[in-house]
């Protein structure tokens, strides 16, 4: 269902926490999900599967992510420490399974 589809049917919510867990293909369409999170910048618990997509997706599909989640000010990993989504595009976490807690401003 996509995002428009699903506050239509809702009304309109309020959101202070988000949690996302993308793998596959559906890791693509985190970034047709820009406007929602651009519009309501709710805490976002993410888990990224890109090792389930083609080896030759991998890297487009987690440059979209990057795009999507600049606005994201505040990145930490899964044991809680900063980190930047520079390291989404790198072959080692390209191959694995990671989770990230993103806050905004």
């Known amino acids: 269902m996509r995002w428009q ?15 996302m867990d993308i793998g596959g293909r559906r890791v693509c369409s ?9 519009t309501w910048k709710p805490a976002l618990y993410l888990s990224l599967h890109p090792h389930l997509l083609p080896e030759s997706e991998e890297y487009a599909a987690m440059a979209k992510v990057e795009r999507l ?8 990993d ?22 990230y807690l993103l806050l905004p401003e």
């Open 5 to 19: 589809t699903w506050l239509e049917l809702v009304g309109t919510p309020r959101f202070n926490c988000l949690k």
């Open 30 to 38: 985190a970034a047709g999900n820009g406007g929602f999170l651009q």
């Open 69 to 76: 989640l600049k606005i994201y000010e505040h990145r930490y």
């Open 78 to 99: 899964s044991s809680g420490y900063p980190c930047g989504f520079y390291s989404l595009q790198e072959a080692q976490a390209l191959q694995h399974s990671a989770t």
